[in-house]
């Protein structure tokens, strides 16, 4: 089996994870040494507002939520727990890195841990956003200190960490400057106006213009 056909698979089988975990179908015992079992300590709000700001319907709010209370006692997910998760389908490199960057993604409000609230808001824009949602969120993956701009620096930590993640399948053997030149040919493509920084207007603009960086970044195939 080819490499990238070995990385898609196991990204097909964290997403089945995800599916599993959502409609309340994953075998809690199997996982029950990696989830916080405390008392639940968060409450969502309420159905109605979540169906407003959301893409699911009320019935499938309830799915949603009872199967992540069900993995998910406390009503959060820590980084440690997300990390812990998301390095079994990627056990032929390091994936902590890349984990840390889409655990914050998904942490919009910042406070360390993933609340039904936050995960279900990122899962609508995923499964059923628009194209310029999707692009959105990807971007603020990209955009690793929230300030509206994604410098070189910020996508070499990027590169390196889905790198890192990839491992023994990045064949041949990467050298170290790899992933800086492929930063510099993004960069040549998306910093329009040559200032080092690239907009979210010129990060979609890009995007939906190129096919090609929409393959090789992987944007809808990996950023689950």
């Not at 809690?28 to 893409?55: F, N, W, Y």
């Not at 971007?139 to 996508?155: Q, R």
């Amino acid at each position: 089996m080819s490499c990238r056909k070995r990385c898609k698979r196991e990204i097909f089988k964290f997403a089945q994870y995800l599916y599993r975990l959502v409609t309340g179908t994953l075998n809690t015992d199997s996982v029950e040494d990696e989830l916080e079992l405390s008392t639940v300590r968060h409450r969502p709000e309420g159905l109605e507002q979540l169906e407003a700001q959301t893409r699911f319907s009320r019935k499938e709010l309830q799915i949603l939520y009872r199967g992540f209370k069900n993995e998910c006692p406390s009503g959060v997910v820590n980084e440690d727990t997300f990390k812990d998760i998301y390095a079994q389908f990627f056990p032929q490199g390091d994936a902590s890195t890349y984990a840390h960057f889409l655990f914050n993604a998904f942490d919009t409000d910042h406070n360390g841990s993933v609340s039904f609230e936050d995960f279900v808001m990122g899962l609508s824009i995923l499964l059923r956003g628009s194209i310029q949602e999707k692009l959105n969120w990807a971007f603020n993956l990209y955009d690793i200190n929230k300030d509206g701009y994604i410098t070189k620096e910020e996508m070499l930590d990027i590169m390196k960490a889905i790198y890192d993640m990839m491992g023994k399948c990045t064949y041949p053997a990467l050298r170290e400057e790899t992933p800086r030149q492929h930063v510099e040919i993004f960069f040549q493509k998306m910093d329009k106006n040559k200032d080092g920084v690239v907009t979210i207007d010129e990060f979609i603009d890009c995007c939906q213009n190129d096919e090609n960086i929409m393959r090789s970044m992987h944007l809808f195939e990996n950023v689950l």
